[in-house]
Nanobody, 116 residues
Framework: VQLVESGGGLVQPGGSLRLSCVAP???????????MAWYRQAPGKQRELVAN???????NYADPVKGRFTISRNNSQKKVYLQMNNLTPEDTAVYYC????????WGQGTQVTVSS
């Protein structure tokens, strides 16, 4: 499944960004059952799970982002979103959309930089 992320950028601490991920070539019946996730990789660090959402909208968040980030999906548009609020410099990373885990499908990533 091809995945394409967008929405990254430079934001000041305390600001917000909304990341989007679309599966442009998937059809609804393929996308809807897929568990989807957002990962991130900061410079010099391993890639880590940020949040995931199942086809039935069960959701999990990594502890560092709980209460600040919200993952959601729109199956009819074949999209997954990550709303990020109250961003801190520690959130600076390349954010990746994923389905299928480590050996699944990955997007190209979108850079999020939190800096004053």
């Amino acid at each position: 499944v091809q995945l394409v992320e967008s929405g990254g950028g430079l934001v000041q601490p305390g600001g917000s960004l909304r990341l989007s991920c679309v599966a442009p070539r998937a059809i609804f019946s393929v996308f809807a059952p897929l568990p989807m996730a957002w990962y991130r990789q900061a410079p010099g660090k391993q890639r880590e799970l940020v949040a995931n959402i199942t086809s039935s909208h069960n959701i999990n968040y990594a502890d560092p982002v709980k209460g600040r980030f919200t993952i959601s999906r729109n199956n009819s548009q074949k999209k997954v979103y990550l709303q990020m609020n109250n961003l801190t410099p520690e959130d600076t990373a390349v954010y990746y959309c994923n389905t299928g885990g480590e050996f699944g499908s990955w997007g190209q990533g979108t850079q999020v930089t939190v800096s004053s």
